[in-house]
């Protein structure tokens, strides 16, 4: 079969290309660097029930009015549910998982997160006006994946 040259030049870069795209994930992963992008914080997702912080996921209101919101993302829900956060407030969203990849996303905001076990992902935002958002899980983790939702309610700042 006839190739033309042309055509062969690029089904070799495009053959070349993949092969350095493979290799680059496959060092990261064997060098231990695939962690959420925010920082690097472990917890134990075995022993999440006793943990100080995630053990009872909620949203905190700091010092200097502020929020953190502490959220576990389990098969197949969000906890707490709802998340009820202040308007024109800095929120620190601080979401890890305690079972398989999740994925966090506040539907029409910039809110989106992979909830990866073992790893805390941190990461703020603010709501400027108060309203109900929906929250989806937008990592396939299985059978129920569709049905893991769950509320983001942003109240009048007090
Ligand atoms: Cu959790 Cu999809």
């Excluded at 022993?47 to 209101?61: I, M, N, Q, R, Y």
């Excluded at 909830?115 to 929906?134: D, I, M, N, R």
Aim: hydrophobic content about 45%; proline content about 8%; charged content about 15%.
């Amino acid at each position: 079969m006839h190739v033309e040259l042309y055509e062969r030049l690029w089904m070799w870069i495009a053959a070349a290309l993949i092969a350095v795209f493979l290799g680059v994930i496959v060092t990261t992963a064997a060098a231990g660097a695939i962690q959420p992008p925010s920082h690097i914080e472990t917890v134990d997702p075995t022993t999440l029930t006793a943990h100080p912080e995630f053990g009872d996921p909620k949203v905190v209101t700091n010092a200097d009015g502020s929020v953190t919101a502490s959220v576990v993302a389990a098969t197949f829900s969000f906890t707490p549910d709802p998340i009820e956060v202040p308007a024109g407030k800095r929120v620190t969203f601080r979401l890890t998982s305690s079972d398989v990849l999740h994925g966090l996303q506040v539907v029409g905001t910039n809110v989106n997160a992979m909830a990866v076990p073992g790893y805390v992902s941190q990461f703020t935002y603010t709501f400027p006006k108060p309203g109900e958002y929906l929250i989806t899980c937008h990592e396939f983790c299985g059978l129920f994946h569709h049905t893991m939702v769950g509320k983001l309610i942003v109240t009048e700042a007090p």
